[in-house]
């Protein structure tokens, strides 16, 4: 069986999405009830640290990576209508973005894990 030209970036791009959601579903026992869910350095220089729930750290970027799914995918449709955007650099802008999320969900499960 091979995968046509168009559908391999929908199925790497559905699989980035599938990753972020199970990675945290997966270690969410080994995770703390308190997590870290963000990181901020202020004017001063200081770094302070957020704390909230663990469903709050399970759930923030696989649901930003599934609604960025829902948002883009359709969106590739209008490039068949005569776009001046190549395809090939929307897939790439689809691929980063959700892989900016997957890699946002892999360091947030890691510090966490810690």
């Known amino acids: 069986m091979t995968v046509s030209r ?15 959601a199970a990675s945290g579903f997966l270690l969410a026992p080994s995770l703390p009830e308190t997590m870290i869910v963000g990181w901020h350095i202020g004017v001063d220089g200081e770094l302070s640290i957020t704390r909230g729930p663990r469903l709050l750290g399970l759930t923030v970027l696989p649901a930003l990576s599934v609604t960025a799914y829902l948002c883009l995918r359709p969106a590739r449709l209008l490039l068949d209508l005569e776009t001046a955007v190549r395809p090939q650099y929307y897939e790439t802008l689809v691929h980063l973005v959700l892989g900016a999320l997957a890699f946002g969900q892999a360091w947030l499960l890691t510090v966490n894990l810690q």
């Open 6 to 20: 168009r559908a391999l970036p929908e199925l790497t791009s559905l699989g980035l999405v599938l990753a972020t």
